[in-house]
């Protein structure tokens, strides 16, 4: 791919026009890369190309190799990274919130572990996210929050329920 070549495509997706030394690195950037190639990762990125970074489209690009090749990509996607962090630092945190208890002789409700680790059907709430203040949704239903788990009690229900079907799965495959 030549400088003119670079040039069109970022002036292609990024709307922009762009000077020599930022067609320099996008050049550097993407040595070994075919116009094709490059043109499909931002086309891929849909909206999200205007802040697209070289290395990001070359990593695109290898990901599209790997599997027309049938490779699997040795490189998680872009969202991956972020979940795994996401998880750790909830599983850290809550890790924290339990040594800090144990520390200070609190007693911790094993309920409110268990709400949280569904979503929440009364508010939306995410599952690990704590249950907004809302007590009546849109369809006049009212809910007060349960102060000892903290939490909308369909919450907590919905929860055991999810908990009752795991168990009587395992409890199947035991038997099989």
Same mark, same amino acid.
């Given at each position: ?56 489209? /070359?990593?695109?690009?290898?990901? =599209? &190799?790997?599997? *027309?090749?049938?490779? !699997?990509? +040795?490189?998680?996607? %872009? ?39 569904? /979503?929440?059907?009364?508010?939306? =709430? &995410?599952?690990? *996210?704590?249950?907004? !203040?809302? +007590?009546?949704?849109? %369809? ?37």
């Amino acid at each position: 791919m030549n400088r003119s070549d670079v040039r069109g495509l970022l002036i292609r997706h990024t709307g922009a026009h762009v000077a020599e030394d930022v067609v320099s690195a996008w050049e550097s950037g993407l040595a070994g890369y075919s116009l094709a190639e490059c043109h499909r990762a931002f086309v891929a990125l849909g909206p999200a190309a205007r802040r697209a970074t070289p290395s990001e489209i /070359a990593g695109r690009c290898d990901a =599209a &190799r790997d599997r *027309a090749n049938d490779v !699997p990509a +040795s490189v998680q996607s %872009a969202a991956s990274p972020r979940a795994t962090s996401r998880d750790y630092y909830r599983q850290a945190g809550m890790l924290g919130i339990r040594t800090v208890y144990a520390a200070m002789g609190w007693k911790r409700n094993a309920d409110h572990d268990l709400a949280r680790s569904v /979503a929440c059907p009364f508010c939306k =709430a &995410r599952a690990w *996210a704590v249950c907004g !203040p809302l +007590s009546r949704n849109r %369809a006049g239903v009212r809910e007060i929050r349960d102060p000892a788990h903290r939490m909308h009690p369909s919450r907590l229900r919905h929860a055991q329920a999810e908990l009752e079907r795991a168990d009587g799965t395992s409890d199947q495959e035991i038997t099989r």
